[in-house]
Nanobody, 126 residues
Framework: QVQLTESGGGGVQAGGSLRLSCAPSRRTFSSFAVGWFRQAPGKEREFVAAIDLNDANTYYADSVKGRFVISRDNAKNTVYLQMNSLKPEDTAVYYC???????????????????WGQGTQVTVSS
């Protein structure tokens, strides 16, 4: 069992930036990928970004491409989501997720992930 802890959420004006962090309860991510998803009130949870921990390939939803950057810091055992040029429609609870070590076929599919953090609120005001 892996517990994930997200941090870095908060309130920001449109055009601003935030950086979210995701860290596991154990020493390292012993998994294939880490993904970020978000859920706005009344909407389904949707894919935001993911990183393949083996080759560092990154993947993004079209809605955040060019504005968000997912990265990892192996020394700190942390995955980050740098969010720039934030828009009011980015307002949501953001979750990080990881798998149990098996190969993830579709990194944008939330059902591919086994462990989830508790979420962190991001609110973007206009």
């Amino acid at each position: 069992q892996v517990q994930l802890t997200e941090s870095g959420g908060g309130g920001v004006q449109a055009g601003g930036s935030l950086r979210l962090s995701c860290a596991p309860s154990r020493r390292t991510f012993s998994s294939f990928a880490v993904g970020w998803f978000r859920q706005a009130p009344g909407k389904e949870r949707e894919f935001v970004a993911a990183i393949d921990l083996n080759d560092a390939n990154t993947y993004y939803a079209d809605s955040v491409k060019g504005r968000f950057v997912i990265s990892r810091d192996n020394a700190k055992n942390t995955v980050y989501l740098q969010m720039n040029s934030l828009k009011p429609e980015d307002t949501a609870v953001y979750y990080c997720a990881t798998d149990s070590g098996r190969t993830v076929v579709a990194v944008d599919d939330l059902y591919e992930y086994d462990y989830w953090g508790q979420g962190t609120q991001v609110t973007v005001s206009s």
